[in-house]
């Protein structure tokens, strides 16, 4: 090979590689996301709170997800996406700023689940729970139990029940003595209406004050 010809070579090849180093250069580096928060220049509405907190654990394995917005959702495609994967049903409330999800099928046990809120498909919010070891052998307990949550208020002759999303926690108060004869009528309430497996759920049972056993 002449001289002439190296010469060209050499020069092809160093403006080939100096066109490598001012494109690495000047390409733009992807935008950092806020922890816990999707991109803000989308101009997608902020998540003001979530239920179960960031990092709880001890979860049962038919957990109420619920996410409040900073506005209003009505009108915009909102999902929950977890890692593992799982379905939800989505109900957004009359003010349109709380997003509620239901399980469709029970999860596993002894998991952490990293959970995405995304709206209109962008994510704006995720954080990650973890399942309590306890699981079930009920396979609609997530019907049944989404169908106790549904209910606006439970008061029973003797005791009334409410649900508590942040913790995951069905709290039974106990209003009529004896303490223990009424504990169990409320267990009764719970299979009468298809949850049999109360093992799988996170329940205490709360005596008035001055009730005695």
Not at 89 to 111: A, C, M, Q
């Amino acid at each position: 090979m002449d001289k002439s010809k190296r010469i060209i070579i050499l020069l092809a090849f160093g403006f080939s590689a100096s066109l490598i180093i001012l494109g690495i250069i000047l390409t733009p580096k992807p935008k950092e996301i806020e922890p816990g928060r999707g991109a803000p220049e989308k101009n997608l509405p902020s998540v003001f709170s979530v239920e179960p907190l960031q990092d709880q654990k001890g979860l049962s394995v038919v957990p109420q997800i619920v996410v409040t917005f900073s506005t209003s959702v009505v009108g915009r495609k909102v999902e929950l996406k977890t890692s593992p994967s799982s379905e939800f049903i989505t109900k957004i409330d009359v003010g349109g700023e709380k997003v509620v999800f239901n399980p469709v099928n029970n999860l596993k046990p002894s998991t952490k689940y990293d959970l995405q809120v995304l709206v209109d498909d962008d994510p704006v919010f995720f954080w990650n729970v973890t399942t309590k070891k306890r699981g079930t052998t009920q396979k609609n307990l997530a019907a049944k139990v989404n169908s106790i949550r549904a209910k606006k208020s439970i008061i029973e002759d003797g005791f009334r029940i409410s649900y508590d999303a942040p913790g995951d926690h069905f709290f039974v108060f106990i209003e009529k003595a004896p303490i223990n004869t009424y504990g169990e009528k409320a267990k009764s309430w719970f299979k009468e209406n298809g949850v049999t497996d109360l093992g799988a759920l996170n329940i205490s049972y709360i005596p008035k004050g001055s009730l005695t056993p």
